[in-house]
């Protein structure tokens, strides 16, 4: 399957892209839901990893280039790929390349937040910024707790990551729901951190939901499958019960950060009432 796949939402072309597939632990991954549960759903490695991918997207519109999530972080070295069981096996370049464009070619970047597998390629291996000519946009309580950190949020944030585009001025902090532009905005969805913000598209009467880490994967679609990575998870529970009801209501295409197989879904309710999250097969055509 390619993954690099498009959705037509109004006068948005949005081009699904992928920076690669990764492993996390599978426990970590389903919180309180127990391995006898989670693993009908997916298989883990012999170190009980489930695969994963970093699953950017690019939004376009008149001639403007606007890439949510930079990517992995590419410069952790053999022991990060191996704790990670990391495979570029495509990266965010060669999907920009197969959409004729390159780095120098996005006018925005939105970090839904500031993790490494979120914002892992916002900068070079020379600390400047992987996309040139590029704003990106960041909530101000997420830059804020990715640089004051503490025992329980260290390890995912990486310094090198981020701390070069703020000295730089180059992050457009904002402060809750914001336009961007017209039909598109932010949307702060707090739990994993509490400064992760989400991406909305609306236009002619349709919708585009990109949920960040609030629905990491279509198998976390239920109310309780909630991480145990996200640090306040009862908030992650709260922001989740205020949100899907509405994007089912209104058939909001919903894109999640780290689905190993679909790009494109949709969320659902199934048997008793709980939300699934089924794949959209129906693309349109740019």
């Not at 914002?119 to 946009?137: C, I, K, S």
């Not at 922001?239 to 949709?266: M, N």
Request: glycine share 10%; proline share 8%; hydrophobic share 40%.
């Amino acid at each position: 399957m390619s993954w690099l796949q498009q959705r037509r939402i109004g006068e948005f072309l949005v081009s699904s892209l992928t920076d690669g597939q990764f492993r996390l632990d599978g426990g970590s991954m389903f919180g309180s839901v127990p391995k006898v549960l989670w693993s009908r759903l997916t298989d883990g490695d012999d170190l009980n990893r489930i695969p994963l991918r970093v699953n950017p997207l690019l939004i376009q519109r008149g001639g403007e280039n606007i890439l949510i999530e930079s990517g992995l972080w590419d410069q952790g070295g053999e022991k990060f790929n191996a704790m990670y069981a990391v495979q570029r096996d495509e990266t965010v370049f060669r999907g920009l390349d197969a959409l004729g464009l390159g780095p120098d070619d996005i006018h925005l970047v939105i970090n839904t937040h500031l993790h490494f597998d979120h914002a892992g390629r916002n900068v070079n291996a020379l600390d400047e910024p992987t996309f040139p000519n590029a704003r990106y946009v960041v909530q101000a309580q997420e830059l804020h707790e990715a640089r004051h950190t503490h025992e329980r949020s260290r390890a995912s944030y990486v310094p090198q990551t981020f701390e070069p585009l703020h000295a730089a001025g180059l992050f457009d902090v904002v402060d809750g729901e914001h336009e961007l532009r017209p039909g598109l905005s932010v949307l702060p969805l707090p739990g994993h951190t509490r400064g992760m913000q989400g991406v909305v598209l609306r236009s002619a009467g349709q919708s585009l939901v990109y949920a960040a880490d609030l629905l990491p994967t279509l198998n976390h679609a239920p109310l309780p499958y909630i991480m145990g990575f996200d640090l306040y998870p009862v908030m992650t529970l709260d922001t989740r019960k205020r949100y899907f009801p509405q994007w089912l209501e209104e058939g909001a295409v919903i894109c999640t950060p780290h689905d190993p197989l679909v790009p494109f879904s949709r969320l659902t309710v199934g048997i008793g009432g709980a939300f699934q999250a089924i794949p959209d097969e129906l693309p349109v055509s740019p």
